[in-house]
T-cell receptor, first 118, second 116 residues
């Protein structure tokens, strides 16, 4: 079965320190990879995606993510965390399928709460 | 420009009632998705529309759930004989919808459904 794992329910960092939110996936082929952020009572907001090319992807608000094919991981990173980064983060994959199965639906992890303390 | 909008933002209903949830995608987006997010979980796929047709409804949990998109823009998710287990946030997303499935899906704010 295809799945996405975010092994940490919560990540706590101090403001100004680097942060990492982990994501691994079990999807056949070479899927597209995404990170979304969710603030309380808000919808999902797109952060960044990996399609092809450079393994380090840069996105919104200073976030970046590193794709590692051998480890099937796509960890989200930021060099210096802000208190305003505190939110719920979701990793998602979009399998590359053939024909009518190629619908573009996303498979999400269960989410990681990031808490940045002043 | 306007993003994906969803109405109502909150819906409280009683067990056994019928509900309709509306999604208005970004103008020009032909691909539309519905997801369901239960408390403490990531969103789960329900149904995908390309234009007016449901191209993939494999995520609908049972035949109480149905969705339409008659003119290829606004979509309505319909739930019959609601059960307490249907309580969740229902999210809608859209993208341009060419064959380039690497395109980003943009999400609406969701409808929070509570079945009493």
């Amino acid at each position: 079965a295809q799945s996405v794992a975010q092994p940490e329910d919560q990540v706590n960092v101090a403001e100004g320190n680097p942060l990492t939110v982990k994501c691994t996936y079990s999807v056949s082929g070479n899927p597209y990879l995404f990170w979304y952020v969710q603030y309380p009572n808000r919808g999902l907001q797109f952060l960044l995606k990996y399609i092809t090319g450079d393994n380090l992807v840069k996105g919104s608000y200073g976030f970046e993510a590193e794709f590692n094919k051998s480890q099937t991981s796509f960890h989200l990173k930021k060099p210096s965390a802000l208190v305003s980064d505190s939110a719920l983060y979701f990793c998602a994959v979009r399998p590359r399928l053939l024909g009518s199965s190629n619908t573009g639906k996303l498979i999400f992890g269960q989410g990681t709460t990031l808490q940045v303390k002043p | 420009g306007a993003g994906v909008s969803q109405t109502p933002s909150n819906k409280v209903t009683e067990k056994g009632k019928y509900v309709e949830l509306r999604c208005d995608p970004i103008s020009g987006h032909t691909a539309l998705y519905w997801y369901r997010q239960s408390l403490g979980q990531g969103p789960e796929f329900l149904i995908y529309f390309q234009g007016t047709g449901a191209a993939d409804d494999s995520g609908l949990p049972n035949d109480r759930f149905f969705a339409v998109r008659p003119e290829g823009s606004v979509s309505t998710l319909k739930i019959q004989r609601t059960e307490r287990g249907d309580s969740a946030v229902y999210l809608c997303a859209s993208r341009w919808g060419t064959n380039r499935i690497q395109e980003t899906q943009y999400f609406g704010p969701g409808t929070r459904l509570l079945v009493l």
